[in-house]
């Protein structure tokens, strides 16, 4: 799931279907918009009753495209800016995901140097390398790159380790366990610090802490890895 909350896009796809997690997962940014190509009876009536703003295909036909230069389902597009003009009177800032640190700012006391972090998702494992400025991402042992070849490295990367279970509309379909407390591992900077994530209600961002003391990222990108507990290890 990718989530623009300060920066535009003008093309955000391929824009796939809704899964039941999505609701418990993105409630915490506040009545957020949801782009989604469609989804079963059951994701829609789950959709229906959350707090998220419907901004899928079927809402808003004429803000999605298909690209030539993939192959269908995987070619559906839209952009941020289509879809924000139909909400343009919302004003309310979401409460923030997560907290940042100034630049000059020094990192937890528990960060430690890291290398690289590897997450076995069972049908494939992902593996971030910090190059220097961020945590180039490789899936499946390819390198992960955007649309214009560039090699895909968040500034920050987050292992939130959470549990499973089935959803109720697709009992074929996997759904993370998102509110609750687990371990956490934060990688920012080159080093990571292990710590805690803690999320009581749906309705609010998780927190990430170690030691009592809040975790603060960099400033830039972070992609955020729900991975089930002891399928990662990270480098030192």
Do not use: C
């Not at 559906?76 to 004003?91: F, Q, V």
């Not at 945590?135 to 968040?154: E, F, I, Q, S």
């Amino acid at each position: 799931v990718a989530v623009f909350q300060s920066t535009s896009a003008n093309m955000v796809g391929p824009v796939r279907s809704a899964r039941t997690s999505d609701p418990p997962l993105l409630t915490g940014f506040d009545h957020p918009l949801l782009a989604y190509s469609g989804a079963n009876r059951g994701t829609k009536d789950e959709l229906a009753a959350s707090t998220m703003v419907d901004v899928g295909y079927d809402a808003l036909t004429d803000e999605y495209w298909r690209s030539r230069t993939r192959r269908p389902p995987h070619n559906l597009y839209t952009s941020t800016d289509g879809l924000w003009a139909h909400h343009a009177g919302r004003t309310a800032v979401p409460p923030a995901p997560f907290a940042y640190r100034y630049p000059e700012q020094a990192l937890h006391p528990a960060a430690q140097p890291a290398t690289g972090v590897s997450i076995d998702f069972g049908l494939t494992e992902v593996d971030y390398d910090w190059n220097g400025t961020g945590w180039a991402r490789t899936h499946g042992g390819n390198p992960h790159v955007d649309d214009k070849g560039a090699r895909v490295a968040p500034a920050n990367v987050v292992v939130q380790f959470v549990s499973y279970g089935w959803s109720k509309a697709d009992s074929r379909s996997p759904e993370a366990r998102t509110t609750g407390s687990g371990e956490a591992w934060v990688f920012t900077a080159g080093q990571v610090v292990v710590g805690q994530w803690s999320r009581p209600d749906a309705s609010l961002p998780a927190t990430f802490s170690a030691d009592g003391e809040e975790i603060r990222l960099s400033p830039g990108t972070t992609w955020v890895a729900l991975a089930r507990k002891k399928t990662a290890s990270w480098r030192d």
